[in-house]
């Protein structure tokens, strides 16, 4: 029987860790698990000891369930993490100004904040290169979805966090380049959606459906579900093209576009669509932009590729030598 007394990282260090990991892996690096655990929480505090077990035991489950960052699933997740995080932060900033911008918040805005606003912050905290605080911010909506049945998509957003939440870490692009263009492709979904809010001004929610538009800022409002993929499956085309890109993280990017099928025109993107022909319509425009992106991307990857052929050598003069 364990003393109730004993501290936690001693406790920790008597569980099973190594049970965790597949045979293989256990068979091969099983007393350097051990040895990794014991070093790690030897002098750490409960809170750093029990996130050390944690990390360790997060990675057994990874290669049992071959999501690590060296299996194919692993690095399409990573690669459609951070573009996962972009659209859900960029989506969490147009609930959080249409809740608070046309008729003021109230009741419903305010437990629709608790959940979109982890989001904007998880994305502050990639910017910040920080990825742990990101994920965790990211569990946090999860649980205020859950517990509030927020009207909101809320089964949208947890497969989005899900998806985010269980790429392998440790192959995220967290570099300059990467968190700038994570950054960068929030701005550029949410930018050009939140000025279409401008239309709703001075109106209720109850008078949405009697709105009548001119034609011109009908056809915006019409084409703006298609906005978010035209962006990420840019930044798929862009990240296809480079020379030393990986395919698979490219892949995860063009991941990240499919939940944006399931939005409708603002202001009615708290919801999802209830009209098949809607969910088709987006369904298509989608995997156009996609098949689109990849075709230019991948041509353009083998022009690359292909070499160039070198100019026969010019006849050469005969004569006596100098």
């Known amino acids: 029987m364990t003393d109730e007394r004993t501290p936690l990282p001693a406790l920790l260090r008597r569980l099973p860790l190594d049970r965790l990991y597949p045979a293989t892996y256990r068979a091969a690096h099983g007393e350097e698990i051990n040895a990794v655990l014991a070093d790690a929480v030897q002098h750490a505090g409960p809170r750093t000891?029990?996130?050390?077990?944690?990390?360790?035991?997060?990675?057994?489950?990874?290669?049992?369930?071959?999501?690590?960052?060296?299996?194919?699933?692993?690095?399409?997740?990573?690669?459609?993490?951070p573009a996962l995080l972009a659209g859900g932060g960029?989506?969490?900033?147009?609930?959080?100004?249409?809740?608070a911008i046309p008729a003021g918040p109230d009741a419903h805005w305010v437990v629709g904040a608790a959940q979109s606003a982890p989001w904007v912050l998880a994305l502050l905290c990639v910017a910040l290169g920080r990825w742990a605080p990101a994920r965790a911010l990211l569990l946090a909506a999860v649980a205020v979805a859950a517990f509030t049945r927020n009207p909101e998509p809320p089964g949208l957003w947890a497969v989005t966090a899900v998806l985010v939440l269980i790429a392998p870490p440790d192959a995220v692009d967290l570099s300059r380049q990467?968190?700038?263009?994570?950054?960068?492709?929030?701005?550029?979904?949410?930018?050009?959606l939140s000025g279409l809010m401008l239309l709703w001004l001075d109106t209720r929610p109850e008078d949405y459906p009697h709105l009548v538009f001119p034609p011109l800022q009908q056809t915006l409002l019409d084409l703006?579900?298609?906005?978010?993929a035209l962006v990420l499956g840019l930044a798929h085309l862009l990240r296809l093209t480079r020379p030393t890109a990986d395919r698979l993280h490219a892949g995860g990017i063009a991941l990240a576009v499919l939940p944006w099928t399931l939005t409708i025109a603002p202001p009615l993107h708290r919801g999802t669509p209830t009209d098949a022909l809607d969910l088709l319509r987006n369904v298509g425009v989608v995997?156009?932009?996609?098949?689109?992106?990849?075709?230019?991307?991948?041509?353009?990857?083998?022009?690359?590729?292909?070499?160039?052929?070198?100019?026969?050598?010019?006849?050469?003069?005969?004569g006596p030598a100098a």
Not at 90 to 99: I, P
Not at 178 to 192: D, E, F
């Open 178 to 192: 990467g968190r700038s263009w994570a950054i960068g492709s929030a701005a550029a979904v949410a930018l050009p």
């Open 224 to 228: 703006s579900p298609a906005w978010p």
């Open 49 to 81: 000891a029990l996130r050390e077990w944690a990390a360790l035991a997060a990675h057994a489950v990874r290669l049992r369930t071959r999501l690590s960052s060296s299996d194919p699933a692993g690095r399409i997740l990573a690669g459609a993490a």
């Open 287 to 318: 995997l156009a932009v996609l098949a689109t992106a990849a075709t230019i991307g991948l041509v353009r990857r083998h022009t690359r590729r292909r070499p160039r052929p070198t100019a026969p050598d010019g006849p050469r003069a005969s």
């Open 90 to 99: 960029a989506l969490s900033v147009l609930h959080l100004l249409f809740g």
